[in-house]
């Protein structure tokens, strides 16, 4: 297997140069959630996080600008383990930058493809399980009155937390150093990214039916029958309504309407159904 590290003159090169960056990535990405907006999520922090590194990656400005677009796309994981995507997505555009026929729209496809089940299997472990565990211990020292709870606490918590968050960046960059090469140039990248864009439909898809809440409380009688509308409409299709609304607002935003007018204008629309007893 061909390893593109020993032939690579370009930035990052050699091991003090990846040591460097490795620790930069680290400190960076504790502030993913500096800058959540309804619009992007993460993905305007996960640009700036990954910001110093592109520009070494990329001397020309111009190709330099057009990483930080790509890296400030819509983006929402859990955030110990988004530095293994961060780390795959510096070696996808180290590629990029030594390759001219690589297909930039696989950067895009895998972090979409990712985001959704490290959200998963993060939120669960480190929510879930981890956080438990750790506030079990530090409550049961604490209510003897016992200082070290809190301490505990913080330690079984974030000793993990960190280790992933550094070494997740560290084996995120060099998986995709060592198989993005040969994946291009064997066609396997472009089957990559297809299955990749059909999962992360897949995952907007559920998305939009997870978090988009709307449905009608509408009701009347009709020739002595009760008619309730959302049963009609649930017959028809399960969430048509937050369908048709998440369907008008991609309309809109590809029309190049502010996102800040299409939230004001589904405001007006929401107090306009209110007022007239549909929701």
Not at 55 to 72: A, T
Request: proline share 4%; glycine share 10%; net charge positive.
């Amino acid at each position: 297997m061909t390893d593109i590290q020993t032939k690579d003159t370009g930035a990052y090169s050699d091991s003090k140069e990846e040591k460097k960056m490795f620790r930069q990535l680290f400190f960076r990405q504790f502030q993913l959630l500096g800058s959540m907006n309804f619009t992007r999520m993460e993905g305007l922090s996960y640009g700036w996080t990954l910001a110093p590194m592109l520009r070494k990656i990329y001397p020309d400005p111009h190709r330099y600008q057009e990483s930080l677009k790509r890296n400030s796309q819509f983006f929402n994981t859990n955030q110990h383990l988004a530095p293994f995507i961060m780390g795959l997505t510096l070696s996808m555009e180290k590629e990029n930058a030594n390759n001219a026929t690589f297909d930039t729209a696989s950067i895009n496809g895998i972090k979409v493809a990712l985001m959704g089940p490290f959200a998963g299997v993060g939120d669960s472990f480190f929510y879930g399980v981890l956080r438990i565990i750790a506030t079990g211990i530090a409550i049961g020292l604490a209510s003897q009155g016992n200082p070290l709870g809190p301490l505990l606490f913080l330690l079984v918590y974030n000793i993990p937390s960190y280790l992933v968050r550094y070494y997740g960046g560290i084996m995120g960059y060099r998986l995709g150093s060592k198989y993005i090469a040969e994946a291009t140039q064997s066609g396997l990248l472009k089957c990559i990214t297809k299955a990749s864009s059909i999962m992360g439909l897949m995952m907007v898809g559920a998305m939009s039916a997870s978090m988009v809440k709307f449905s009608t409380t509408y009701q009347t009688t009709i020739a002595g029958q009760p008619f309730v509308l959302q049963e009609i409409l649930d017959k028809i299709c399960v969430g048509l309504i937050p369908l048709l609304l998440v369907l008008g607002c991609l309309r809109m935003l590809n029309k190049k309407v502010s996102p800040n007018r299409v939230l004001i204008l589904l405001i007006v629309l929401g107090f306009a159904a209110a007022g007239v007893g549909l929701i």
